[in-house]
């Protein structure tokens, strides 16, 4: 089964700096229908206005996961780490035990970002950071990016929670195929373009959930760049 939930129709909230759309309940916005797919909590969809962003905050045992779709996003955190991650690259902060962290839009345009939540698995674990960039030259597949799967990709950046962030790019015309496990259930949102998965068609940015399917057929109708959770049911 395959389930879409269109862009326009995801919460929503607005200020001077920040223009966020929600993909499950989060913050005011509440929605008893989407409370999360499996192990995945939150999927936000952030802009965030130059020299702008998330001032120092705590958060605890959480694998927050940030993926950048435009511009860049400067983050620091209690443990001493700075980085800045750009456009297509992704970076992961493991909460654990406890983090205080701040996320900056430092550049001179508009940032974009996905910010992906996923309740870990392991409590009790040090805290962390770190991030990675895409591999940009492979297309027509999904690349692993973060796993705490069993079995994880060693090249992938870890997680502490039974679940995956996969992203790729396709170009249009092209059909990729990907599995998902026996008692798995995927999230999949098209950062760009839009696609068929199985037949059923998933357009820029809408939210699509997929259960109790193990092959997933994905055919671009135009080009698209793919963001995928993959998580324990």
Not at 12 to 41: E, K, T
Not at 222 to 229: C, K, P, Q
């Amino acid at each position: 089964m395959i389930s879409v939930e269109p862009f326009d129709k995801l919460g929503r909230f607005r200020n001077d700096w920040l223009n966020a759309r929600h993909h499950f309940s989060f913050g005011q916005h509440h929605d008893p229908r989407r409370m999360g797919v499996g192990a995945l909590r939150v999927w936000n969809d952030d802009e965030i206005a130059p020299g702008q962003g998330f001032d120092p905050h705590p958060h605890k045992e959480m694998e927050i996961i940030t993926y950048v779709r435009e511009g860049a996003i400067t983050h620091k955190d209690s443990l001493g780490n700075q980085g800045r991650t750009e456009a297509g690259d992704v970076q992961v902060m493991l909460a654990g035990t406890g983090i205080v962290h701040a996320e900056y839009n430092l550049e001179p345009t508009a940032t974009r970002i996905f910010q992906i939540w996923i309740t870990p698995n392991k409590t009790g674990v040090a805290p962390g950071w770190g991030a990675r960039g895409f591999p940009k030259g492979q297309r027509d597949t999904l690349q692993v990016l973060a796993d705490g799967r069993e079995g994880r990709d060693e090249t992938a950046l870890p997680l502490y929670a039974d679940g995956a962030v996969l992203a790729g790019t396709i170009r249009a015309g092209q059909t990729m195929h990907q599995t998902l496990a026996p008692g798995r259930v995927g999230y999949l949102v098209p950062a760009t373009g839009a696609v068929t998965v199985n037949g059923v068609k998933v357009s820029t940015r809408d939210g699509a959930t997929i259960t109790g399917e193990t092959e997933l057929v994905i055919t671009a109708e135009t080009d698209s760049e793919l963001v995928l959770v993959d998580v324990a049911a």
